[in-house]
Nanobody, 120 residues
Framework: QVQLVESGGGLVQPGGSLRLSCAASGSIFRLNLMVWYRQAPGKQRELVATSTPDGYTNYADSVKGRFTISRDTGKNTVYLQMNSLKSEDTAVYYC??????????????WGQGTPVTVSP
C-alpha cells in the first residue's frame, strides 16, 4: 500500500558527491522514522542515517560530517546528500519508511535499492 522509489545512485569518483532521493507514495497518513541503509558486496546491511518528523537526525560514525539526511514532508520524500565519497561507500543504498496508513495502520516499507559505486 506504500511504495518507495529511490533514485540518484550511480558511478562517482572518490571525493565526489551524489544525492539520493526516496519518494513515498500510496495510502500514507503520516511518515515517521525514515532511514537510509546500505549493503556492500559480501557485507551485512548497515544503517547509514535516520530522520524523524521533528527534525532529529542520526548518522553512522563512518559517514558523519560527509552525509546529510533531509526530508520534504510535502513531497513525502527523503534525501541523502553524500559528499567526499570514498571507495568504502560503494554499496546498494536502501530507503526504509515507517509510518501510518490512512486507516491508521502502521507500515514499514522498503525501496528497491539504488547502487552507488565510488571508483576512479
Amino acid at each position: 500500500q506504500v511504495q518507495l522509489v529511490e533514485s540518484g545512485g550511480g558511478l562517482v569518483q572518490p571525493g565526489g558527491s551524489l544525492r539520493l532521493s526516496c519518494a513515498a507514495s500510496g495510502s500514507i497518513f503520516r511518515l515517521n522514522l525514515m532511514v537510509w541503509y546500505r549493503q556492500a558486496p559480501g557485507k551485512q546491511r548497515e544503517l547509514v542515517a535516520t530522520s524523524t518528523p521533528d527534525g532529529y537526525t542520526n548518522y553512522a560514525d563512518s559517514v558523519k560530517g560527509r552525509f546529510t539526511i533531509s526530508r520534504d514532508t510535502g513531497k513525502n520524500t527523503v534525501y541523502l546528500q553524500m559528499n567526499s565519497l570514498k571507495s568504502e561507500d560503494t554499496a546498494v543504498y536502501y530507503c526504509n519508511a515507517n509510518g501510518l496508513t490512512i486507516t491508521r495502520a502502521p507500515f514499514s516499507s522498503w525501496g528497491q535499492g539504488t547502487p552507488v559505486t565510488v571508483s576512479p
